[in-house]
């Protein structure tokens, strides 16, 4: 029989980069490759939009790619895309890896990822307090937006994506966010 040994939230965030992302689902270590060049751009393209918001209004701050830890005992460490939180939001000033989830968490769609496992990241980030969570699919030029308590609503490149109560008055047409150009 053999056995897989547990990391935990300090272990892994004393772990020397080994060009791989790494998160932990309860204790689990799941390395997976750099995400590719498209993704990237996709995931710059949310990140400028949020920062440039958060910046004109003063209001919340916006991150990437950094660990939240969302269950102890077995430790669970996810690490978002990109991420926006409110102001006063206990992880402005968090050292490590916040024990609590952003207010809204933007994940960019890998080529690997299947309709059921978005889903389930998706309702994960909602599980452990996230407001929302925006999902970019750079193939169909779509962002699916999951709230608790509602279903998912899949906005196409014409749409416009607005902040709702979360981001008062943060609106941006679909498309600017996977291209500079249309």
């Known amino acids: 029989m053999t056995t897989t040994k547990l990391i935990t939230a300090d272990e892994l965030l004393m772990m020397p980069d080994n060009g791989l992302r790494q998160e932990l689902v309860r204790g689990v ?5 750099p995400p590719g060049k498209r993704h990237g751009l996709v995931s710059s393209g949310f990140n400028a939009a949020l920062y440039n918001y958060a910046a004109a209004n003063d209001y919340g701050w916006v991150g990437d790619n950094h ?5 102890s005992n077995p430790d669970t460490v996810r690490a978002p895309d990109v991420v926006w939180y409110a102001p006063g939001h206990p992880a402005e000033q968090t050292d490590g890896y916040p024990e609590r989830a952003p207010n809204l968490v933007v994940e960019i769609k890998s080529p690997s990822d299947t309709p059921r496992g978005v889903a389930e990241r998706a309702q994960m980030w909602l599980d452990f307090r996230a407001q929302e969570v925006w999902y970019g699919d750079p193939e169909t030029t779509t962002v699916t937006r999951y709230r608790p308590g509602q279903d998912p609503e899949t906005l196409g490149e014409d749409d416009t994506l607005d902040g709702g109560d979360l981001l008062p008055g943060f609106n941006i047409p679909v498309w600017q966010l996977f291209r500079r150009h249309r």
């Open 29 to 33: 270590l799941i390395e997976m490759p």
């Open 67 to 71: 660990g939240y830890r969302l269950e």
